[in-house]
């Protein structure tokens, strides 16, 4: 017989520059509830601490009865130190560097806190939940094509995070050596090529060219153009917004094949809002595979060298899970990092 | 009492395009003899895996007394399929594609066979012989910059194979999009941007273009300019190879850039004979590193995040095995990879 034991709960958290959300997990259930918060960035680092703790601390009360907490997961803009738990020069979090975020929650909450990047996070949900879990690969790599272009890489099961956990920031690896400034300091990474942001620069450089008049018409009506505009003028033939796309697809090949060559992994993800446009960036990033990765081609599915491996061959596929990858990713951050003792807690006032 | 047993005893073998090594190695005395023959291409890979096998059978009958063969280890040129053993496409050795090098050596020798591409051999023998045991790192990357550029990557004590055996091709990642033709295929691959065929192919370009009369004046006393010619130009003051020289550590930067950035690893380790010009590519190197990789410079040595790394931080080095790297790297694979069972043999005639 073996002894009963209460099933378990973990608490999740995925800090954002603008907002940040809060939810309850159970592996059985998934997410039970969640909360969503502004990040009071004008208020300080401490500030927005205590709000994520509180609500932490209130979700937790609400659905702990007859759960053991497994530990609280958090997802946070990088780049972030580790094991530190510490910050330095966040881009999303203005006036963070240098703080000690791990730290700062563990004097708030009781109880296992694991952190991770928030492109680790969706990373692990889309490896434990998504295509990942499909395709039954061991490993794989996930570029997330949002605000900026985050990058998690999963080797052999486990997280890679590099000797102080700066591993996995593909999103700045240098396309165009002499391309657009990046946020970072360097021009032409592949988060100044291929982000949201990215596209929409480049519409409004072609805009002000005066190259994209069906552009500049979405413009005059007084929409502020997002990066759904720009795929909604291409899919209606705007030829601007196509070749914009394409261009984006281009870049994320670039990139991709270089990662291909380096890993030779069975599955690339593209997660974030620009991956629903997969119609539109997908034929010029094959294109750009089958020219720049003699991996790729060897090893695609139906290849010579395909055969052994594990998903059927190196995949390139976009996420399953969509915007939610990233909470989720930090709800069941406690049940995979190793050395997390279970225990009670939340309370710590 | 621990029953007495007999030393250990591996062969190692270094294929390459133009000529083939094997040697006879112990851990206590290092390589005992070795022996060099040319690579018959022309004769085709039967034969000179015949030639291979027998050097090797030789050898091994004028030391295994009194030793226990630990295996047999192979440096072979790639893209090598693993755990298969099979050749594709391999350009230094044209006519062996498709050719299953592990069974064929299977065949002819007795005994368990290690293979591995030969730039993984050197990055071995550097990690467990050379830098790596210096720095106490359990990760590291080595770039090999010769007729092209090899690679092979560690990640906590292991050769990263890729799913196929094909990862550790950084060689053939995208630096300049619109540059040079590679031998791959692609264009702008580091190996078209920082090996010592592209040093030599660049300077035949300044030479033919009018604007490197010291190089052409070099090239007309009847010498075949070498990379080396190229580095003792550059010492001497010529303006056109020293800058062929800065724009190949330029290139070989913007590669490690991205390397720092996706994988954060303790080590980065440069050999190949164009890493002897250290004094001429690294500064350009450096810079592009400070430049474009903000990992690079939140880790290197003495920064904010480099405390709790091993080795002290992101140290880039020259090599420290030289060209023995690649026949120690083949001698020590038997010693270093798993499922190597110890057993007599070899003979098989």
Known sequence: MTPQTEPLLTMGV?????????????PEDGILDSVALPTRLEAGPHAVVEDMCSAVRELHERYSDGRTLAGIGVGSPGPLELPAGRLHHPPNLPGWDGFHLL???????DGPIAIESDANAAALAEFALGLGRLLCVDSLCMLTLGTGVGNGIILDGRLWHGAAGMGGEAGHVTIFPQGPLCGCGNTGCLEACASATALMNAAERLIASGKAPGLAALKRDGVSLTALDLAEAARHGDKAAQAIYAD???????????????????????????????????PAMFEELERRSYVYSLTAPGRAAA?????????????????????LGACILPLHLPNHKLAGGVAKA
Chains 1, 2 share one sequence.
Do not use: C
Request: proline share 4%; glycine share 22%; net charge positive.
């Open 248 to 282: 984006t697809g281009r870049s994320l090949g670039i990139g991709l094949a270089g990662l291909i060559n380096i890993f030779n992994l069975p599955l690339y993800v593209i997660g974030g809002g620009v991956a629903n446009s997969w119609d539109l960036l997908s």
């Open 307 to 327: 055969g052994g491996m594990p998903g059927g061959g190196t995949r390139v596929m976009p996420a399953k899970l969509g915007a939610e990858a990233g909470l």
């Open 14 to 26: 995925d800090l954002g520059g603008t907002s940040l959300r809060v939810a309850a997990y159970t």
């Open 103 to 109: 730290a700062e929650m563990e004097k708030r909450l």
